[in-house]
């Protein structure tokens, strides 16, 4: 089933029924649901969140009896339980990978220079994921991975100092949207920052490219009616509406991964 777009969405793909599962995981902790004051069943929901969902389409009007849905569905269960311990293990991993590299670094600050957080192994980048990362400090710009050139990173300086100097740091999937006035010079190879302020005057950056290039929409090779009149969405023509939307923002920062650079 399906209602609005979704309804017009499925005909122009060429499909007729549609069954929808949802893939349901525990929240693990994380700091979207309410606190303190709530009862229990509130409580209880708010455990719980949507992780995907599984769609199946058929060509022609088709009605699953219900022990087939009964069985569908605790085959989400499963899968959901699964997919948990799985989330579970890998966010231990990195946590224990993350207090390693901590250590590491902190250690490295004790013996070295600090710009041996940025030339040396483990460097700042192994803190998280992204594509560069780059230290200011006493004026000299140490840069590493893909990062904006000098004159770029003392424009951002420039920018925080302005805009966010009561910060003590910033995270953003875009700096367009952030409203950095530079964005666009950077193009789609620095579109996310993580910044840690140091001091007022000394920074460390982490930087990540568009996230486009990633993503991969099994449904664009559909060849549907190629007129479209403005009131049905064209399968294509919403596809690549979607990337020009997120070239030119990245992944977006996790908590943990604030909770490891700041």
């Not at 949802?22 to 309410?34: K, Q």
């Not at 100097?165 to 409203?179: E, V």
């Not at 920052?193 to 449904?219: C, N, P, Q």
Request: hydrophobic share 35%; charged share 20%.
């Amino acid at each position: 089933g399906g209602r609005g777009n979704s309804i017009q969405y499925m005909a122009n793909m060429g499909t007729t029924a549609s069954l929808v599962m949802a893939v349901i995981i525990s929240s693990g902790g994380e700091d979207d649901g309410p606190r303190g004051g709530s009862s229990s069943s509130s409580s209880s929901s708010s455990a719980l969140k949507l992780w995907g969902l599984v769609v199946c389409h058929h060509t022609s009007p088709r009605c699953i009896p219900f022990p087939l849905r009964y069985a569908c569905e605790f085959l989400m269960q499963a899968f959901g339980l699964q997919l948990n311990m799985e989330l579970q293990l890998a966010l231990q991993l990195s946590e224990k990978h993350i207090l390693r590299t901590q250590t590491l670094l902190c250690d490295m600050l004790l013996r070295d220079s600090p710009s041996g957080i940025v030339t040396q192994s483990p460097s700042i980048m192994d803190l998280v994921k992204c594509d560069g990362a780059a230290l200011y400090y006493h004026g000299k710009y140490y840069p590493l991975g893909v990062t904006p050139t000098e004159a770029q990173i003392k424009d951002i300086i420039e920018w925080l100092v302005g805009c966010h100097g009561d910060s003590t740091g910033l995270s953003t999937d875009s700096l367009a949207d952030a409203g950095y006035p530079g964005a666009a010079a950077l193009g789609d190879a620095v579109c996310g920052m993580a910044v840690a302020y140091i001091t007022t005057t000394d920074y460390l950056f982490w930087f990540r490219s568009h996230t486009a290039k990633e993503i991969k929409w099994g449904g664009a090779k559909h060849h549907p009616e190629d007129k479209d009149d403005g009131q049905k969405m064209h399968p294509r023509a919403s596809f690549k509406a979607f990337l020009e939307v997120v070239k030119s923002r990245s992944l977006p920062w996790e908590n943990a991964e604030m909770d490891a650079i700041t």
